[in-house]
């Protein structure tokens, strides 16, 4: 079709089919926005985002990829007048403000994460093995309360990370404003056609090449490389192969800055301390930006802990991934942003990262919850895990006594520090709360018991808390950090 996308003039804002692989190496025609267009060779190249479709599916396509028979020119839209007078533009399409690090922390700007009525202390659930679990509402004020699951189809906006919509619980909150306290935003009215279109192509990074999938606030001298350079110990980033060979002449890292806190094998897990090593958390929140959405924080990194996962060989540490957490949580945020690198995913890596900021969760004595909204594959990730600790706990029950063994909302949420919304959200997910003869009851079908041991059998690795060497820090006594 290239003949006839020559002959009509496509502009940005166009949208039209257009010719895509999917995983099953399959062709299909999504329909996709023009987000840009250039010229090389004489030869013109269109930026294509696949409508309903993640982000990180963005590419350049050639014209013969295009089916202009469908072709649907942007409508034009009023311009609004602003307060001076001036026109403003059009919805959806913010006046550019150039690329820039997020603002700093701000007291007051967290977004709201409300909880559930059913998450009050004393509810309590009472278990029959594997197939009725009696629930015991007793609150405080002895008056029983109804834990009402959340009703199926709502869905609200979640996109760091992902370009859609997630289907998520209610009991997961909706940030009322956009978040700019830790690293994650909730509306897009404010991307900038910059930043919506990945900068970088290609990542060398040790032995391995990485495709970003999303825009990195690089110097815009490095974006037109073919492969930008980083060196895998201190994340430095550098315009060619020779740089790189030059610099770890000099560089003495092999492994990240910081104290090693964690090792089990060749597992190890460093705590770097954001505003004494910044220039490796910048580097870290740069190389993260590739495959987060939304990540807004990339040069403010004092308020940041940032616990680097590494995998040993004779070469030295080698990052598997990582994830960041606030000094101080207002709202027990135990992590800020997660990510497993795209070479270490679908491994048992990205479980791993979640399992140790619980484990620091339970150090610290707190329960602890990720900032939302949650990108498409924290989402998945963050379900898993719930979803594996929460009945871990429960089919470890025995009877007491021949009675059977009851355990709270409390409990479970203090044995895994998984926090009381979260734990209500799970059990809800999983479909295992049911109102039976005026009680509520769980319903744990054999289904449900077989799905989990396959899924525990496939799970090898573990964090050990024997392994673990962390003293909790109270940062609030330490001034400015």
């Given at each position: 079709?290239?003949?006839?996308?020559?002959?009509?003039?496509?502009?940005?804002?166009?949208?039209?089919?257009v010719l895509r692989k999917n995983?099953?190496?399959?062709?299909?025609?999504?329909?996709?926005?023009?987000?840009?267009?250039?010229?090389?060779?004489?030869?013109?190249?269109?930026?294509?985002?696949?409508?309903?479709?993640?982000?990180?599916?963005?590419?350049?396509?050639?014209?013969?990829?295009?089916?202009?028979?469908?072709?649907?020119?942007?409508?034009?839209?009023?311009?609004?007048?602003?307060k001076n007078g001036l026109p403003?533009?059009?919805?959806?399409?913010?006046?550019?403000?150039?690329?820039?690090?997020?603002?700093?922390?701000?007291?007051?700007?967290?977004?709201?994460?409300?909880?559930?009525?059913?998450?009050?202390?004393?509810?309590?659930?009472?278990?029959?093995?594997?197939?009725?679990?009696?629930?015991?509402?007793?609150?405080?004020?002895?008056?029983?309360?109804?834990?009402?699951?959340?009703?199926?189809?709502?869905?609200?906006?979640?996109?760091?990370?992902?370009?859609?919509?997630?289907?998520?619980?209610?009991?997961?909150?909706?940030?009322?404003?956009?978040?700019?306290?830790?690293?994650?935003?909730?509306?897009?009215?404010?991307?900038?056609?910059?930043?919506?279109?990945?900068?970088?192509?290609?990542?060398?990074?040790?032995?391995?090449?990485?495709?970003?999938?999303?825009?990195?606030?690089?110097?815009?001298?490095?974006?037109?490389?073919?492969?930008?350079?980083?060196?895998?110990?201190?994340?430095?980033?550098?315009?060619?192969?020779?740089?790189?060979?030059?610099?770890?002449?000099?560089?003495?890292?092999?492994?990240?800055?910081?104290?090693?806190?964690?090792?089990?094998?060749?597992?190890?897990?460093?705590?770097?301390?954001?505003?004494?090593?910044?220039?490796?958390?910048?580097?870290?929140?740069?190389?993260?930006?590739?495959?987060?959405?939304?990540?807004?924080?990339?040069?403010?990194?004092?308020?940041?802990?940032?616990?680097?996962?590494?995998?040993?060989?004779?070469?030295?540490?080698?990052?598997?991934?990582?994830?960041?957490?606030?000094?101080?949580?207002?709202?027990?945020?135990?992590?800020?942003?997660?990510?497993?690198?795209?070479?270490?995913?679908?491994?048992?890596?990205?479980?791993?990262?979640?399992?140790?900021?619980?484990?620091?969760?339970?150090?610290?004595?707190?329960?602890?919850?990720?900032?939302?909204?949650?990108?498409?594959?924290?989402?998945?990730?963050?379900?898993?895990?719930?979803?594996?600790?929460?009945?871990?706990?429960?089919?470890?029950?025995?009877?007491?006594?021949?009675?059977?063994?009851?355990?709270?909302?409390?409990?479970?949420?203090?044995?895994?520090?998984?926090?009381?919304?979260?734990?209500?959200?799970?059990?809800?997910?999983?479909?295992?709360?049911?109102?039976?003869?005026?009680?509520?009851?769980?319903?744990?079908?054999?289904?449900?018991?077989?799905?989990?041991?396959?899924?525990?059998?496939?799970?090898?690795?573990?964090?050990?808390?024997?392994?673990?060497?962390?003293?909790?820090?109270?940062?609030?006594?330490?001034?400015?950090?």
């Amino acid at each position: 079709m290239a003949d006839s996308a020559a002959s009509v003039e496509i502009v940005e804002g166009c949208r039209l089919p257009v010719l895509r692989k999917n995983q099953e190496n399959e062709d299909e025609w999504p329909l996709a926005e023009i987000l840009s267009v250039k010229d090389i060779a004489g030869r013109k190249l269109y930026y294509v985002h696949y409508i309903d479709f993640n982000k990180r599916l963005d590419e350049w396509v050639t014209p013969d990829r295009l089916d202009v028979k469908k072709l649907q020119f942007p409508k034009k839209e009023a311009k609004t007048p602003t307060k001076n007078g001036l026109p403003g533009s059009r919805p959806g399409s913010p006046e550019r403000e150039g690329v820039r690090a997020a603002p700093a922390p701000q007291d007051g700007q967290a977004g709201s994460v409300p909880g559930r009525a059913a998450s009050q202390s004393g509810e309590s659930f009472s278990w029959l093995w594997r197939s009725v679990l009696t629930l015991l509402s007793s609150p405080q004020n002895g008056t029983a309360r109804r834990l009402i699951p959340s009703q199926p189809g709502r869905k609200r906006k979640a996109n760091c990370g992902g370009g859609d919509e997630d289907s998520q619980d209610s009991s997961d909150g909706v940030p009322t404003a956009p978040r700019m306290t830790g690293s994650l935003v909730s509306d897009r009215s404010h991307d900038d056609i910059v930043t919506r279109m990945k900068n970088i192509d290609c990542i060398e990074l040790g032995r391995h090449r990485l495709k970003p999938w999303y825009f990195s606030p690089y110097p815009q001298e490095l974006t037109a490389l073919p492969i930008l350079y980083l060196c895998e110990f201190c994340l430095k980033y550098l315009k060619s192969l020779k740089c790189l060979q030059r610099h770890l002449t000099k560089c003495n890292l092999r492994h990240p800055p910081g104290n090693e806190i964690y090792r089990k094998g060749t597992i190890s897990f460093f705590e770097i301390d954001g505003r004494k090593n910044k220039t490796y958390s910048q580097n870290l929140c740069l190389l993260a930006k590739c495959f987060l959405d939304h990540k807004t924080l990339y040069y403010d990194t004092d308020p940041f802990l940032f616990y680097v996962m590494t995998e040993y060989d004779a070469k030295g540490f080698h990052i598997v991934g990582y994830f960041s957490k606030e000094k101080e949580s207002t709202e027990d945020y135990n992590v800020a942003c997660i990510l497993t690198l795209p070479p270490y995913q679908r491994r048992g890596y990205g479980k791993l990262l979640i399992e140790f900021s619980y484990e620091l969760s339970k150090v610290e004595g707190k329960t602890g919850t990720p900032e939302k909204p949650l990108s498409d594959l924290g989402l998945l990730s963050y379900r898993s895990y719930w979803s594996q600790t929460i009945l871990e706990i429960l089919m470890e029950l025995k009877p007491d006594n021949g009675e059977r063994p009851q355990i709270t909302i409390n409990e479970i949420s203090e044995l895994t520090s998984v926090k009381k919304e979260d734990v209500i959200s799970t059990l809800q997910y999983l479909n295992l709360i049911n109102y039976y003869k005026g009680q509520y009851i769980l319903t744990l079908s054999e289904d449900i018991v077989e799905g989990h041991e396959r899924a525990m059998h496939k799970r090898h690795l573990r964090i050990d808390p024997k392994c673990l060497h962390f003293t909790p820090k109270d940062w609030s006594k330490r001034g400015k950090w």
